[in-house]
């Protein structure tokens, strides 16, 4: 199994450009989660996803879009890139079995908005 | 909000000795996590504490929680150069959690 993976590994954009992230998990999880981390800052959640074709805003969702329309997959939308959102993005996905919510991570997007 | 508080910030202990993070959180939970993170990798889930447990034990991490108090702790024995990361606390929900800003454990050979 590969667990979460995130695509692409690192990204630069220019102010006002676009792009999608892409997490993709093989471990049929309910749920999934975009966080975003700032140096020496925890993570912040910006949107997740209770199932497919469902999403939810999370703490920082201004500037962000998602979609779910596969159970596996869970896309990060920027529709015009600012240079606040110059970060590390992380995508996880956890079982909704037992409502624990172990949280699996992938191994994050570096992106730079110039 | 759930969001965890970890104390102390920054942690530098010698190899062979052992490592103690605080969390404390605000509302009630269902349970709290840890997780280790890597410089420069994603989270890594170490355990998970139910709101009806008092202590658990990993291999060489032991939880306590208080829910009374709203806190927990993370102790990890017999430190080793390995063990050098970020530890965040993750107060949980059924659905979601929420991640403090971590305590940077410096593990010295």
């Known amino acids: 199994n590969a667990g979460v993976t995130q695509t692409p590994k690192f990204r630069v954009l220019k102010t006002g450009q676009s792009m999608t992230l892409l997490c993709a998990q093989d471990?049929?999880?309910?749920?999934m989660y975009w966080y975003r981390q700032d140096p020496g800052m925890g993570l912040r959640l910006i949107h997740y996803?209770?199932?497919?074709?469902?999403?939810a805003k999370g703490e920082v969702p201004d500037g962000y879009n998602v979609s779910r329309l596969k159970k596996q997959n869970f896309l990060l939308g920027l529709e015009s890139a600012a240079p606040s959102q110059t970060s590390v993005y992380f995508c996880a996905s956890s079982s909704r079995l037992a409502g624990l919510n172990e949280q699996f991570f992938g191994p994050g997007t570096r992106l730079t908005v110039l | 909000s759930q969001q965890g508080e970890e104390d102390p910030q920054a942690l530098s202990i010698q190899e062979g000795e052992n490592a103690t993070m605080n969390c404390s959180y605000k509302t009630s939970i269902n349970n709290l996590q840890w997780y280790r993170q890597n410089s420069g990798r994603g989270l890594v889930h170490l355990i998970l504490i139910r709101s009806n447990e008092r202590e658990k034990h990993s291999g060489r991490l032991r939880v306590t929680l208080d829910t009374s108090k709203k806190s927990s702790s993370l102790l990890i024995t017999a430190s080793r150069a390995a063990d050098t990361a970020s530890y965040f606390c993750a107060p949980g929900g059924y659905q979601k959690v929420t991640f403090g800003t971590g305590t940077k454990l410096q593990v010295i050979p």
């Open positions: 996803s209770v199932g497919e074709g469902t999403t």
């Open positions: 471990m049929n999880h309910e749920y």
